[in-house]
T-cell receptor, first 109, second 113 residues
Framework: RKEVEQDPGPFNVPEGATVAFNCTYS??????FFWYRQDCRKEPKLLMS???SGNEDGRFTAQLNRASQYISLLIRDSKLSDSATYLC??????????FGKGTRLHILP | DTEVTQTPKHLVMGMTNKKSLKCEQH?????MYWYKQKAKKPPELMFV???????INESVPSRFSPECPNSSLLNLHLHALQPEDSALYLC????????????FGQGTRLTVV
């Protein structure tokens, strides 16, 4: 089993739609969890950290289920500017930060 | 200052050259990372330094040699690279304690000819 697995992409959704990404991780001792966004030919940038209690930042909601080793990201009212690759990132402990393969999102006008 | 600075931004080198990539951060982060990213692939972890000591080497070929001269600097020395080593090399840092998200530099786009 891969250390961090994500939904395959690409996701092509119309502007204004809601889109959800899922991610699973293999190491139950993993310490912290993140969603990063990466635009073409740019470095990854932190979108949000993910907590067991769930956290929301505007149109973005992230959720962590430790029992199922599952992370999710929900984007509501999607905008054209949301088009990017979304990377699930897990700190497995001992400073080992591992990326999922990423899910490419295209928002269609 | 929440920046990780990488130099150079672009590098073209021959297979017999020796070059170095540099990374600098002044956030007091004690963990620093090198990642390699090929086109349309996620970043792949290469090395991790924690408190200036190499803590993780993900079976990277010896033609890549990391160095951490001090807590703010991270280098990647390159020697006898192959064309398939052409990629975006990303440096990142994170705090060992507290919020531990990684901050990335803009990367060095390396082409081996």
């Amino acid at each position: 089993r891969k250390e961090v697995e994500q939904d395959p992409g690409p996701f092509n959704v119309p502007e204004g739609a809601t889109v959800a990404f899922n991610c699973t991780y293999s190491n139950s001792a993993s310490q912290s969890f993140f969603w990063y966004r990466q635009d073409c030919r740019k470095e990854p940038k932190l979108l949000m950290s993910v907590y067991s209690s769930g956290n929301e930042d505007g149109r973005f909601t992230a959720q962590l289920n430790r029992a199922s080793q599952y992370i999710s990201l929900l984007i509501r009212d999607s905008k054209l500017s949301d088009s990017a690759t979304y990377l699930c990132v897990v700190n497995m402990g001992d400073d080992k930060i591992i990326f999922g393969k990423g899910t490419r999102l295209h928002i269609l006008p | 200052d929440t920046e990780v600075t990488q130099t150079p931004k672009h590098l073209v080198m021959g297979m017999t050259n020796k070059k170095s990539l540099k990374c600098e951060q002044h956030m007091g982060h004690r963990a620093m990372y090198w990642y390699k990213q090929k086109a349309k692939k996620p970043p792949e972890l290469m090395f991790v330094y924690s408190y200036e000591k190499l803590s993780i080497n993900e079976s990277v070929p010896s033609r890549f040699s990391p160095e951490c001269p001090n807590s703010s600097l991270l280098n990647l020395h390159l020697h006898a690279l192959q064309p398939e080593d052409s990629a975006l090399y990303l440096c990142a840092s994170s705090s060992v304690k507290g919020p531990d998200e990684a901050f990335f530099g803009q990367g060095t786009r390396l082409t081996v000819v």
